[in-house]
């Protein structure tokens, strides 16, 4: 069994180029096999990851003139599309982002500035010559960096998730698992409403616009009992259950001058997790058949390249014990930074960006953790979707589960981390645990939609927001607005 996944680990690394070109054909909804071979495609890639735009336009006309095949030509052609949304996400000049952190630290001065870009604190790439700031990049500064919080003329505290601090809720989930025996525990019911707007005159009237809302599918013991009750407009089209990236398609005319609207309401009862772990008890999982995709190589954002191996074995050490390993590298994860994350579809290889960029989100740390577990033997899957908590607080959210024998699966939320807890259960309880207050939309990432899109996805990766388009194109998320509202209708109670 080992010998076999070798070979193919060995197989997908002589073939890595060409599944790195290939992530741009998913975008178009195209499969992998559509593609013949990686170049010159890849050498675009790589022009744009060195900001050599100009070249690779240069290199997309002349390739699109030697070949009739419908794939590469979409393929190369979303290469400029790739560069269009990196120019949207890397549209700040030095002085705008000075201007942005002056709001917070009036008297910033320039050697401040240029140390904090230096370290990697205030994100920017050289594009044909120029120094390009990420749009968010000011506000990401006051993460980043000790120093500049600081200096913080008024500090407010962050947006983050009041799950990510250690509460009474936490230590009520572990209870509740133990004095059960069970995993899943406290269900509640809620009610939500999911809706993606397009904004006025971004399609013509009367063209039909097209939109792909996210949908859960039913997963035993953390999110059943799903009922569909209404869309906007009434006609829609469920993907099946079995759907990895599950939606509900709807579509309807544009009117002049008025946004096109559509949502959906459903409700579904979410249980938390908890699954306790005796070290001593955990033994290296039998990868079977049904294992072995998760403790492969998937590129281009899972691939074990020489520098994650030896962060891995900077990490790892001599350790064998799985448990132990996935405890060393949700460390190691969860120290890298959060960071607003610039999209997903314009990068080529997520883990990778996430090990050296110096910060990484919350799909970024996942992919790196997932990579990293699977290069030492130990399965893992993405999961992600949309969490909410009492108030009025939601976002999007990555996180994943991993295969620990002989517990079996359990979820991982290395982004939410360790808490600042005394009782060790509490401090570790998103390894292992998950709350109750999270939907999951994906069960997998980069995979095509039910129907399937004709045009460009927003997000090649994940899909949380949703898509739209209609025949004239993609609707990128500068063309649409999206909102998720949500009812608790049955409080959580112990089973």
Not at 11 to 28: E, Q, T
Request: charged share 20%; aromatic share 10%; hydrophobic share 40%.
């Amino acid at each position: 069994m080992r010998s076999r996944i070798a070979a193919a680990a060995s197989r997908v690394r002589h073939g890595a180029a060409l599944y790195a070109a290939a992530l741009w054909v998913l975008g178009c909804g195209l499969s992998l096999a559509q593609v013949t071979a990686p170049e010159p495609l890849a050498s675009v890639i790589r022009m744009i990851d060195a900001g050599q735009f100009k070249a690779a336009n240069a290199a997309i006309d002349g390739a699109l003139m030697q070949t009739n095949d419908p794939a590469q030509k979409t393929a190369l052609q979303f290469q400029r599309e790739r560069m269009r949304r990196i120019l949207m996400d890397f549209d700040q000049g030095a002085d705008q982002v000075k201007a942005q952190i002056r709001k917070q630290i009036p008297d910033l001065t320039d050697e401040e500035f240029a140390r904090w870009s230096a370290r990697g604190y205030i994100e920017h790439r050289e594009i044909d010559g120029r120094t390009l700031y990420f749009n968010r990049a000011a506000s990401n500064l006051f993460r980043l960096s000790a120093d500049a919080r600081g200096r913080r003329v008024n500090p407010q505290p962050f947006d983050d998730s009041p799950l990510q601090t250690a509460s009474a809720y936490h230590a009520k989930v572990i209870h509740a698992a133990l004095e059960t025996h069970r995993t899943s525990v406290l269900p509640q019911r809620v009610r939500v409403t999911q809706s993606l707007t397009v904004k006025p005159d971004a399609v013509a009237a009367g063209e039909t616009v097209k939109a792909w809302i996210p949908y859960p599918r039913a997963i035993p013991g953390q999110q059943e009992d799903i009922r569909f009750v209404s869309s906007e407009p009434a006609a829609h089209d469920i993907a099946p259950e079995s759907a990895p990236q599950r939606t509900v398609f709807l579509q309807q005319p544009a009117v002049a001058g008025k946004p096109t609207k559509f949502s959906i309401t459903y409700e579904v009862t979410i249980s938390a997790h908890y699954q306790p772990v005796d070290p001593d008890k955990v033994v290296p999982a039998k990868i079977t058949p049904e294992l072995e995709p998760y403790v492969a190589e998937r590129p281009p954002h899972i691939v074990f390249t020489e520098q994650l191996r030896l962060f891995s074995k900077q990490i790892v050490g001599d350790e064998k014990n799985p448990w132990r390993i996935a405890q060393k590298l949700y460390a190691a994860v969860d120290a890298i930074p959060w960071a607003g994350a610039r999209e997903y579809s314009t990068i080529t290889n997520i883990s990778d960006y996430a090990l050296h960029a110096g910060h990484a989100d919350c799909g970024q740390q996942t992919l790196l953790l997932m990579t990293l577990l699977r290069l030492n033997g130990i399965p893992t899957r993405w999961q992600s979707g949309m969490i909410f908590s009492p108030g009025k607080y939601w976002d999007l959210h990555d996180w994943g589960w991993m295969y620990i024998a002989p517990y079996g699966w359990m979820p991982v939320d290395v982004t939410f981390g360790r808490l600042d807890n005394a009782d060790p259960q509490v401090a570790g309880f998103y390894l292992g645990g998950l709350d109750g207050y999270r939907i999951a939309f994906n069960d997998d990432y980069g995979r095509e939609l039910t129907p399937a899109k004709t045009q460009f996805r927003s997000d090649t990766v994940d899909n949380q927001r949703g898509e739209a388009e209609w025949r004239g194109g993609n609707l990128y998320y500068d063309q649409w607005n999206y909102d998720f509202t949500w009812q608790i209708l049955q409080p959580a109670t112990q089973q």
